[in-house]
């Protein structure tokens, strides 16, 4: 065995978006709740759910040997976008530039740096 069956898979399941922070705020949850986003991590693949419109499948890969926690995301055929995730109070954060091919160092957004917070709660379905 590889010990990969045993290792530990934190973001198993399915998140649903509850927030994105950007430009230094936090975007409205009103403007995000017109539809229900859901993000399903199953094995190293990532379904992207949306309640409206075509579900999107990627892979991704964790490295939880840093601190924020890294993971790469990547669409068939593309060059990974790579970010960082932090699972605190049942919470998931994810941190990824929108345009920019850069790993961000913090959770913290600014006016005009392009990153995007994603805060995720575990669906209860």
Do not use: C
């Given at each position: 065995?590889?010990?990969?069956?045993?290792?530990?898979?934190?973001l198993?399941?399915?998140?649903?978006?509850?927030?994105?922070?950007?430009?230094?705020?936090?975007?409205?949850?009103?403007?995000?709740?017109q539809?229900?986003?859901?993000?399903?991590?199953?094995?190293?693949?990532?379904?992207?759910?949306?309640?409206?419109?075509?579900?999107?499948?990627?892979?991704?890969?964790?490295?939880?040997?840093?601190?924020?926690?890294?993971?790469?995301i990547?669409?068939?055929?593309?060059?990974?976008?790579?970010?960082?995730?932090?699972?605190?109070?049942?919470?998931?954060?994810?941190?990824?530039?929108?345009?920019k091919?850069?790993?961000?160092?913090?959770f913290?957004?600014?006016?005009?740096?392009?990153?995007?917070?994603?805060?995720?709660?575990?669906d209860?379905?």
């Amino acid at each position: 065995a590889d010990g990969s069956a045993i290792a530990p898979r934190p973001l198993e399941g399915a998140w649903r978006l509850i927030a994105v922070e950007a430009f230094g705020r936090e975007i409205p949850a009103d403007s995000i709740r017109q539809q229900s986003i859901f993000w399903e991590f199953s094995g190293n693949r990532l379904l992207h759910r949306p309640e409206l419109g075509r579900l999107r499948e990627s892979t991704f890969e964790l490295d939880a040997t840093t601190t924020p926690g890294r993971i790469a995301i990547s669409t068939h055929g593309g060059r990974p976008k790579y970010g960082i995730y932090a699972i605190e109070n049942n919470q998931l954060k994810i941190g990824v530039y929108k345009d920019k091919d850069q790993l961000p160092t913090g959770f913290a957004t600014r006016a005009g740096d392009g990153l995007r917070i994603l805060v995720f709660v575990r669906d209860a379905r």
